[in-house]
């Protein structure tokens, strides 16, 4: 998986598709992330111990990552990643397009 957390990443599929945010999580094992604040869902909470009242709250759900792209600043739209290696061995993702690097 070429995504990291931290990363701004664009939606590409499914009703949030065309809007970028902040990956949170990325769950390795399920090849899904977490990004703030999209793909939410309501969930029910009932009254219990640490809550007083229940209620419905907003939770991001996890995205399959075929379903978001990397977003590059510079080119202003996501875009494909490839890897290189640096001169220190490092290795980098960088845009295909405009070849910026996204890890520095
Ligand atoms: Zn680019």
Redesign the pocket.
Known sequence: MRLKKDDKVMVIAGKDRGKTGKVKRVLHEKNRVVVEKLNLVKRHTRPGMDQTQGGIIEKEASIHRSNVMLY?E??SKP?RVGVRQLKDNSKARY?K??E?LFDK
């Open positions: 590059c510079k080119c875009v845009c397009k405009c910026e």
